[in-house]
């Protein structure tokens, strides 16, 4: 990353994003985004960064000042030799520093991605969602989508014989096809290999998840190896650590990306079991005939209230709320 050679470089991009920027610091940004691939990359990051915070910051009430010093004491503790940063009065660094607020206010991961691109060649860096999904394009050209609550850590650079990241949670990727460098994702103890193709990711506290959208991708624990193709997922059961290949039997997996519901035949406990995750929501059935009942529908960027209407129409049956619980009768 050749950040380091102009430090006045996050200024220089306030300013442009401000319309504020001369024509001889608007050439200097052009030069240094032509001197290396990562600068454009930082460029896009800052960017998106930049925007998201314009878009939050409509209902951001929070103290900018406390917040920041938060953030810069977290900043400045990470670093083995810390230099003292001053708080400047310029407008433009309180635009700096109301971004930096809004995305920890939002707890949006992106800003660790500029302060991370600081370190030393080819250090691994982490993104995290935060409570939001997340886009990121990979040093390769891979791009990937975190789930809420979740982050990925890769180097700065791919070098050597393989391309290898390390996920937590939960990521949509489409990797960007290259044979003679495969991909590698660790997930606890989990590998999963690919070349060029795209595949859901899943990891919490019961098992393990890789679904495949396109192409080939091979999941490996220990000396247990299986290879699946679109349509097939699979699974890793932490209690008993074996690993299985099944058949996908719906596209749920896409709803943190879609925001998109298809059922088709689908029971009621799954639906159950998605809506309780993707709204964070404690539903539960309390009538067991109800359990298997099918649904068939879809919901597109609907609330959990309008899908529970619909669900209460559809079945007949009566939706209860106690306290934050809600019960399905």
């Known amino acids: 990353m050749k950040t380091e050679q102009n430090p006045n470089i996050d200024e220089l991009l306030v300013k442009s994003m401000l319309d504020e920027a001369s024509v001889a610091e608007q050439i200097e940004i052009k030069q240094w985004l032509l001197d290396d691939d990562d600068n454009q990359r930082y460029f896009e990051h800052f960017e998106l960064i930049w925007n998201e915070s314009k878009r ?65 060649p080819n250090e691994m860096l982490t993104v995290s969602s935060g409570m939001q999904t997340l886009t990121d394009t990979l040093p390769d050209g891979s791009v990937v989508t975190l789930n809420r609550k979740s982050s990925i850590s890769y180097p700065q650079d791919f070098k050597g014989k393989t391309r290898e990241v390390r996920l937590t949670g939960e990521a949509f990727f489409d990797v960007k096809p290259d044979k003679s460098k495969p991909f590698l994702i660790a997930v606890n103890d989990v590998t999963v290999k690919v070349v060029g193709t795209s595949f859901n990711v899943k990891d919490n506290a019961e098992k393990t998840e890789v679904i495949v959208e396109t192409g080939i991708v091979e999941v490996s624990r220990d000396t247990q190896r299986v290879r699946i193709t679109p349509r097939e997922e699979a699974i ?56 298997n009942m099918p649904i068939n529908t879809t919901f597109d960027q609907n609330s959990l209230e309008n899908i529970l209407s619909v669900v209460s129409e559809t079945l007949s049956l009566k939706v209860e709320h106690h306290g934050g619980q809600i019960i399905l009768k």
């Open 56 to 120: 939050l910051a409509r209902t951001s009430t929070v103290d900018e000042n406390a917040a920041w010093e938060r953030f810069r004491a977290r900043t400045v503790a990470k670093e083995r030799e810390p230099e003292v940063i001053p708080m400047y009065t310029k407008p433009v660094f309180r635009i700096l520093r109301m971004v930096a607020m809004v995305l920890m206010t939002a707890g949006v991961g992106w800003l660790s991605y500029i302060f991370a691109t600081r370190s030393s």
């Open 236 to 291: 890793v059961v932490k209690a008993n650590s074996k690993l299985s290949k099944g058949i996908t039997v719906d596209e749920f997996h896409n709803y943190y990306r879609t925001r998109r519901l298809f059922c088709d035949g689908t029971p009621l406990w799954r639906l159950v079991e998605i809506l309780n995750e993707a709204y964070e929501a404690d539903i539960v059935i309390g009538n067991e005939r109800l359990r």
